[in-house]
């Protein structure tokens, strides 16, 4: 019932910022005690958590891509935004986002909703 969909561009140039926004429906992301989280997956990679947002609006990353990540959300319209900045073509993924509890943070495996995945190419 709850249903996670990813928007934003397919194609980025190195060195800009990535803005991916997530829209959910079929539940609030205030809820408690829910953690909204970003992971992507390489081509030939596994996945890879980014970080989350949780229920209180608190975030967390990942230590490799922190300084890189800002995770922020829009409760009016029921949504969180991924941003990405300085990207290089090894930033070239399926992104997701997903719903998950306190344990899925720095997970890819504790999750009980998906998004169906955006494709994001950096390339020149």
């Known amino acids: 019932q709850v249903q996670l969909q990813e928007s934003g561009p397919g194609l980025v140039k190195p060195s800009q910022t990535l803005s991916l926004t997530c829209a959910v429906s079929g539940g609030s992301i205030t809820t408690n005690y829910y953690y909204w989280s970003w992971i992507r997956q390489p081509p030939g990679k596994g996945l890879e958590w980014m970080g989350a947002?949780?229920?209180?609006?608190?975030?967390y990353y990942s230590p490799s891509l922190k300084s890189r990540t800002s995770i922020s959300r829009d409760t009016s319209k029921n949504q969180f935004t991924l941003q990405l900045s300085s990207v290089t073509p090894e930033d070239t993924a399926m992104y997701h986002c997903a719903r998950g509890s306190l344990s899925g943070l720095g997970s890819t495996n504790e999750y009980d909703y998906w998004g169906q995945g955006i494709q994001v190419t950096v390339s020149s």
């Open positions: 947002i949780a229920f209180s609006g608190s975030t």
